[in-house]
Nanobody
Framework: QVQLVESGGGLVQAGESLTLSCAASGSIRAIHAMAWYRQAPGKQRELVAA???????NYADSVKGRFTISRDNAKNTVYLQMNSLKPEDTAVYYCYVTGRVAGRGVWDDYWGQGTQVTVSS
């Protein structure tokens, strides 16, 4: 069993910053990609940023230059530093991991429970 525990969401004003973190625990033995998605009310879930096992990041155009994704492989943790936040960044942010657990030879997808980020104007 794999658990993804997210933290760091909250309410901020436009222009401020937040850092999200997500730690994977349980029977996970290897992690490939780690990512953050978000879903605003009435909209589809969208990819915000992703980082591969070698640290290569990828960002949605809407957050390039403002958000930074990073990971600590020793801690099985992924971070999302969000600067210059805008009201349109308001959403539930979900952590996503592609991992392999003990006893299974395949890679599976795992999701966190979501953390609310609200940016007021």
């Amino acid at each position: 069993q794999v658990q993804l525990v997210e933290s760091g969401g909250g309410l901020v004003q436009a222009g401020e910053s937040l850092t999200l973190s997500c730690a994977a625990s349980g029977s996970i033995r290897a992690i490939h990609a780690m990512a953050w998605y978000r879903q605003a009310p009435g909209k589809q879930r969208e990819l915000v940023a992703a980082v591969t096992s070698d640290g290569t990041p990828n960002y949605a155009d809407s957050v390039k230059g403002r958000f930074t994704i990073s990971r600590d492989n020793a801690k099985n943790t992924v971070y999302l530093q969000m600067n210059s936040l805008k009201p349109e960044d308001t959403a539930v942010y979900y952590c996503y991991v592609t991992g392999r657990v003990a006893g299974r030879g395949v890679w599976d997808d795992y999701w966190g429970q979501g953390t609310q980020v609200t940016v007021s104007s």
